[in-house]
């Protein structure tokens, strides 16, 4: 990458950023009219996110430690975090006829799954790192020990909470949700990325180590909104491919952020990927080249929410475009 496109992918002095280069800025003129509505939207999600975690994840009654457990559990999920997953259920839901009452219980336990794992990768142990959403990770708050079996009761919650429907539907996202999140999905793509030797790294491995690390969840995610909102068979295996397309730019943005990114906007420790020789789509190709490989998830994207026949001025094709360009 040239020193002056680097600067621009920065945010530094070579400019704001080129239209389509990683690192645009989602407040730029030429993009602030496209997101607003997404963005207000996305708030509102965040917001209803949170009151279904309260609910449904951490209820003081489930805690019989006298209120410690519940408190460590509310640190790794509570307080922060974009919301994204919950926010696609809910999207996914919506655009395929269903209500958000529906989509509460999906959004509420794919969250915990999520926030489950970011409480274990930050240990020691995986990925080590001290700062998690702005905040001390949960086990420099609240040590090793804690901060793990913490992160066990959100996994076994999610699933409580998926099973208290008590109805083929609730057994359905039980059967989805546990295979995103298990061996076959994000937890075998954790091992991957902890085994996957620098030396040896190629594309396609790297694509198939992030899409089960990541985009497990996230198609998970847009196929969880589709059953609660009772869609056909074909419109659930759409919305998975929408959702998995998602995560796989999802990924490659984030890799590309810590590169270029700053642990202001992040919230998260930058530069970590190159120091531990993680494997990554950069690693791979190169910035520019992950670059071009973010551009061809967002198509792939476009193309699976046409197939859905969403709206091409709507919430779902403005995600994709507010992922693509995302700073955080």
């Not at 996110?49 to 999920?77: F, N, Q, S």
């Not at 066990?152 to 989805?176: I, K, M, N």
């Not at 949700?177 to 594309?203: E, F, I, K």
């Not at 730019?249 to 590169?259: A, E, K, P, S, T």
Request: glycine content about 12%; proline content about 4%; hydrophobic content about 40%.
């Amino acid at each position: 990458m040239s020193k002056t496109r680097r600067a621009r992918a920065e945010g530094g002095p070579g400019g704001p950023g080129e239209p389509g280069q990683p690192g645009d800025r989602l407040d730029a003129p030429s993009v602030e009219a496209g997101h607003r509505e997404l963005e207000l939207w996305l708030e509102d999600s965040r917001q209803w996110a949170e009151g279904l975690l309260g609910r449904h994840i951490v209820a003081p009654a489930a805690d019989p430690t006298g209120g410690r457990l519940e408190e460590v559990m509310r640190y790794a999920l509570l307080g922060g975090g974009k919301r994204t997953r919950p926010a696609l259920v809910r999207l996914i839901c919506r655009e395929l006829g269903g209500s958000d009452l529906d989509a509460e219980r999906p959004a509420a336990a794919v969250e915990a799954i999520h926030a489950y794992s970011l409480a274990h990768d930050d240990l020691p142990c995986m990925d080590d790192d001290d700062l998690r959403r702005g905040k001390p990770s949960c086990h420099k708050v609240y040590g090793e020990a804690l901060a793990l079996l913490a992160g066990d009761a959100l996994q076994t919650a999610a699933f409580e909470c998926l099973a208290a429907e008590g109805t083929e539907r609730g057994l359905r996202w039980v059967r989805v949700l546990s295979a995103a999140a298990g061996a076959r999905g994000m937890v075998g793509g954790q091992v991957l990325d902890m085994t996957l030797s620098a030396d040896a790294l190629s594309l396609e491995r790297v694509r198939e180590m992030q899409r089960r690390k990541t985009g497990a969840l996230i198609a998970a995610s847009a196929e969880l909104g589709a059953i609660a909102a009772g869609a056909t068979a074909q419109q659930c295996l759409g919305a998975r491919d929408f959702g998995a397309a998602l995560g796989a730019l999802f990924q490659v943005v984030d890799d590309i952020l810590d590169v270029v990114g700053n642990v202001t906007e992040l919230g998260k420790t930058p530069g970590k990927d190159a120091r531990h020789q993680k494997p990554t789509i950069v690693a791979v190709l190169g910035l520019d080249g992950a670059w071009a490989e973010g551009q061809r998830a967002a198509e792939e994207s476009r193309r699976a929410a046409a197939a859905l026949g969403f709206d091409r001025q709507g919430l779902a094709f403005q995600m994709v475009d507010w992922l693509l360009l995302r700073r955080r």
